[in-house]
């Protein structure tokens, strides 16, 4: 017990270093948590809840949860974005959130679009290592352990290039992320904070009739890290039901599903298989999503497949 607990500390301290924010296995159905200018390509007033509980059976495993909802403003080109998120990593290291966004897009040839957003926001982050007694009592006393507890501000921006049948995009939505209220007394835990670049991309295939392809890409880079690329293929047969596979470099093989309950009412799952060392001592990660689409005045309220 004593082992996992320094090896989930040791792997804290890599991720407050290193990649800091949450990855979504969903990520292209939950797109606006990863490009703000996202919400440009949906005709409609979105909401979507997404919770992921990462290496179910280890021990201070992470969770998130996240909340976001996008809708364009009347019959303009203007569109309006916020999300919500919760992200825990053991059981004393917790950050809670939101950020607001805003996309403008404008008219590229007959049938693409270019969009361009920002987003900003704030958050509350914690990390109480004294109220873990599994910490032996040596530990306690090191600075490394020192609680922390600040306030965080966050600004980010995202472009996206896309049509009915494509979409292209590259973003860092938190790409100025910085504390601005600490209470943490001793520079040895000061967090260097690193942008994160994305770039993600999605092509719609019509097949035959009743089947649909689309395969999706996502690449992060965060300086000091490996590059990490999320490959995906998803079917969606018969307006119904969205089968898919991914696999995430440097984590896990995953399989999802998605169910359109009604034409505006969508549940996702997804399961990762860990291919890491983390296989030996956990029982995969799961991801769970719901979306709801309601109409806009004066907008097209078709299917949105990205």
């Known amino acids: ?8 500390f040791c792997y804290c301290a890599f991720l407050a270093n290193a990649q800091q ?20 390509i949906d005709e409609s007033l979105t909401f979507t809840a997404l919770s992921r509980h990462q290496w179910v059976g280890f021990n201070g495993a992470p969770n998130t949860q996240t909340i976001s909802v996008h809708s364009p403003i009347g019959e303009t080109n203007t569109f309006i974005g916020a999300i919500l998120v919760n992200d825990q990593i053991g059981e004393v290291i917790r950050e809670t959130g939101g950020d607001l966004s805003l996309a403008q897009r404008v008219p590229v040839g007959s049938n693409s679009y270019l969009s361009l957003g920002v987003n900003a926001g704030a958050s509350s982050y914690g990390a109480n290592y004294s109220e873990n007694y599994r910490l032996s009592p040596n530990s306690i006393n090191d600075v490394v352990f020192e609680n922390q507890n600040s306030m965080r501000v966050n600004f980010g921006w995202g472009i996206m290039l896309f049509s009915d049948k494509y979409y ?14 600490n209470t943490v007394t001793k520079s040895a835990n000061n967090t260097t904070y690193r942008p994160h670049y994305m770039l993600q991309a999605g092509y719609l295939v019509q097949i ?21 690329f999320d490959i995906n293929a998803s079917f969606l047969i018969s307006e119904t039901v969205w089968l898919g596979a991914s696999y995430r470099s440097l984590d896990s093989f995953d399989a999802l599903a998605s169910f359109y309950v009604t034409k505006d009412l969508q549940i996702g799952y997804s399961y990762d298989f860990t291919n890491t060392q983390l296989a ?20 097209d309220h078709t299917a949105c497949y990205f």
């Open 1 to 8: 017990m004593k082992f996992i607990c320094t090896f989930l």
């Open 21 to 40: 924010k949450a990855m979504y296995t969903q990520y292209m159905f939950n797109t606006l948590a990863i490009n703000p200018a996202y919400s440009s």
């Open 168 to 181: 292209v995009g590259l973003s860092s939505p938190h790409f100025y992320y910085k504390d601005v209220a």
């Open 208 to 228: 035959n009739q009743d089947l649909k392809m689309k395969p999706n890409f996502l690449v992060k880079y965060v300086n000091g890290s490996p590059i990490q």
């Open 280 to 299: 030996k001592t956990q029982k995969g990660s799961h991801e769970i999503s719901i979306q709801f689409r309601l109409p806009v005045k004066g907008r």
